[in-house]
C-alpha cells in the first residue's frame, strides 16, 4: 500500500515535470506522513531523474535540524548560464555558496570530524539558485511534500571560486544579488543556517546515508544569503561573493 501512495505522488509531480497538470498538492492517500518518509520518496523520485551528482542543503537556523535535496546533472550549470522562462514554474532566485568535493565521505558507522569534512572539501564557489515548484503555486504545500519535491529546487549555477583554504565567515562574509545590472541586495552575512560547513556535517553523518553518503566531485550548494527574489523573462541575476567570486544567470 505505502508503495502504491509513494507511487501516485511521484506519478503526478513526474507529469508536472513534463508539462502536465500542476497539482494544488498531493491526494491524501498520497502524502508522506513524516519527514523521514518524504526523503524515502524524494530518494525514489531521484531515481527516476537520474544519477545524484550535487546537493542543496540548508537549515532555517543554526540551531534546528537542517534539510537536504539531491540533484542531478540536467539541472546544474556552470557560469554564465542562459535558462528559458518556459522550463520553470517561478523562478526565485538565491544568492548561494556551493563546495565541490575533492574527496569522497561515504556513509562509514564513525562520525565525520569538522576538520575530516574541511579536508575533504576541493573548492568554493559563488552560485545561483533558481527555486521552483511542481506545485499549482508557491508555498502552498506542507514541509514533507516539498521534501518529496527535491524541496522547490529548480537549477543551480556555479560560478567562479578558489581552492579551499577560504574562509568564510557567517557574520562578516560580502554578498551581493544585482538584478538587470542594479544591486537588490548587499549585506554582510544572511545564511538562516549559519556557518555553511555545520551543514556540511550534517550531510556527511546521515543526511546523504541513503545515497551512499558524498562522492568525489559532489556539488553542494548551502542555502540562500539574500532570501528568494522572484523575477521573469528578460533578467539578469549577477550573485557576487567577495573574495570568493560571482555567478551569472539570464533568464530568457
Known amino acids: 500500500m505505502a508503495h502504491a501512495q509513494m507511487s501516485l505522488a511521484l506519478d503526478s509531480l513526474m507529469a508536472a515535470r513534463r508539462g502536465g497538470p500542476r497539482p494544488v498538492r498531493l491526494k491524501p492517500e498520497a502524502t508522506?506522513?513524516?519527514?523521514?518518509?518524504?526523503?524515502?520518496?524524494?530518494?525514489?523520485?531521484?531515481?527516476?531523474?537520474?544519477?545524484?551528482?550535487?546537493?542543496?542543503?540548508?537549515?532555517?537556523?543554526?540551531?534546528?535540524?537542517?534539510?537536504?535535496?539531491?540533484?542531478?546533472?540536467?539541472?546544474?550549470h556552470l557560469s554564465p548560464a542562459q535558462l528559458g522562462r518556459r522550463g520553470f514554474n517561478v523562478i526565485g532566485v538565491e544568492a548561494e555558496i556551493a563546495y565541490t568535493l575533492a574527496h569522497p565521505l561515504p556513509v562509514r558507522a564513525e562520525p565525520y570530524t569538522r576538520?575530516?569534512?574541511?579536508?575533504?572539501?576541493?573548492?568554493?564557489?559563488?552560485?545561483?539558485?533558481?527555486?521552483?515548484?511542481?506545485?499549482?503555486?508557491?508555498?502552498?504545500?506542507?514541509?514533507?511534500?516539498?521534501?518529496?519535491?527535491?524541496?522547490?529546487?529548480?537549477?543551480?549555477?556555479?560560478?567562479?571560486?578558489?581552492?579551499?583554504?577560504?574562509?568564510?565567515?557567517?557574520?562578516?562574509?560580502?554578498?551581493?544579488?544585482?538584478?538587470?545590472?542594479?544591486?537588490?541586495?548587499?549585506?554582510?552575512g544572511g545564511n538562516s543556517a549559519g556557518d555553511a560547513v555545520n551543514l556540511l556535517i550534517w550531510l556527511a553523518n546521515g543526511g546523504a546515508a541513503s545515497q551512499g553518503g558524498l562522492a568525489a566531485d559532489a556539488t553542494i550548494t548551502t542555502g540562500s544569503w539574500t532570501g528568494t527574489l522572484f523575477v521573469g523573462p528578460g533578467t539578469q541575476v549577477r550573485a557576487s561573493f567577495d573574495g570568493i567570486g560571482e555567478a551569472v544567470l539570464e533568464i530568457v
Do not use: C
Not at 504545500?141 to 524541496?151: A, H, K, L, M, T
Open 115 to 188: 576538520a575530516e569534512v574541511l579536508a575533504a572539501i576541493g573548492s568554493v564557489h559563488a552560485a545561483i539558485e533558481i527555486v521552483d515548484t511542481r506545485f499549482a503555486a508557491w508555498g502552498i504545500v506542507e514541509r514533507p511534500s516539498q521534501i518529496v519535491d527535491q524541496f522547490n529546487h529548480g537549477a543551480l549555477i556555479i560560478g567562479e571560486g578558489r581552492a579551499h583554504g577560504f574562509e568564510v565567515d557567517p557574520q562578516k562574509q560580502m554578498v551581493q544579488l544585482d538584478l538587470n545590472g542594479e544591486p537588490a541586495v548587499r549585506k554582510a
Open 32 to 76: 508522506p506522513d513524516t519527514l523521514a518518509q518524504a526523503y524515502g520518496w524524494q530518494d525514489a523520485l531521484l531515481a527516476r531523474l537520474g544519477a545524484v551528482t550535487g546537493w542543496k542543503v540548508g537549515a532555517d537556523s543554526p540551531a534546528s535540524e537542517p534539510f537536504r535535496a539531491g540533484l542531478t546533472a540536467s539541472t546544474i
